[in-house]
């Protein structure tokens, strides 16, 4: 037992370094979704998750971008409670016919200018649940969709260019009207 519990007090803990991605990039990337929201906007960009019925792998991912290293809320971009104060709607999963009304509401009860972002494979089209008795179909079945950010699941990444890419869309939308 003694010898057990010194073994624990010397020895090195088993972890994995980080991972080290670009974090002058990411920073970049991240910049810019908040100077164009702000462009666009007058304000920051405020995001509501809604899970319409994902396996929570897409939430692993959309919560790391509030994590100690992402951290988007220095950037300008934050997650709010209430669709009421949202502007874009962050839908992950195939919409299975129990969250179906769940969404509709939460669609209507968003504030226009609004945008839908639905994130993750599953979201497109039903994704691996597709053939499922449970599930309505992808979020554009359900709620108009203007992008569609790939992956099982996406990245922090891949969700940051997806937000950049709607902003800036958005944004040009504006100028040529
Ligand atoms: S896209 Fe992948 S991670 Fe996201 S809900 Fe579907 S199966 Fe889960």
């Excluded at 839908?116 to 599953?122: F, N, R, T, Y």
Aim: proline content about 6%.
């Amino acid at each position: 037992m003694r010898r057990l519990l010194l073994e624990g007090l010397l020895r090195a803990p088993l972890t994995e370094a980080a991972p080290t991605p670009d974090e002058v990039a990411l920073a970049e990337l991240a910049t810019t979704v908040g100077r164009v929201a702000r462009r666009k906007l007058g304000r920051s960009l405020a995001i509501r998750e809604v899970d319409a019925g994902s396996c929570n792998g897409c939430e692993l991912e959309i919560h790391a971008l509030n994590n100690a290293f992402y951290d988007i809320e220095r950037f300008g971009l934050r997650f709010v409670a209430s669709p009421r104060h949202a502007d874009v709607l962050l839908v992950t999963g195939p919409v299975t016919k129990n969250m179906r009304e769940a969404l509709e509401r939460t669609y209507h009860a968003t504030p226009s200018p609004k945008w839908v972002v639905a994130v993750g494979d599953c979201a497109a089209d039903g994704g691996c649940f597709a053939s499922s008795y449970a599930i309505a179909g992808g979020v554009s079945q359900v709620v108009p969709v203007d992008l569609h950010v790939a992956g099982c699941p996406p990245t922090p990444e891949a969700l940051l260019k997806g937000l950049l890419a709607l902003v800036e869309r958005q944004s040009e939308a504006a100028r040529s009207s």
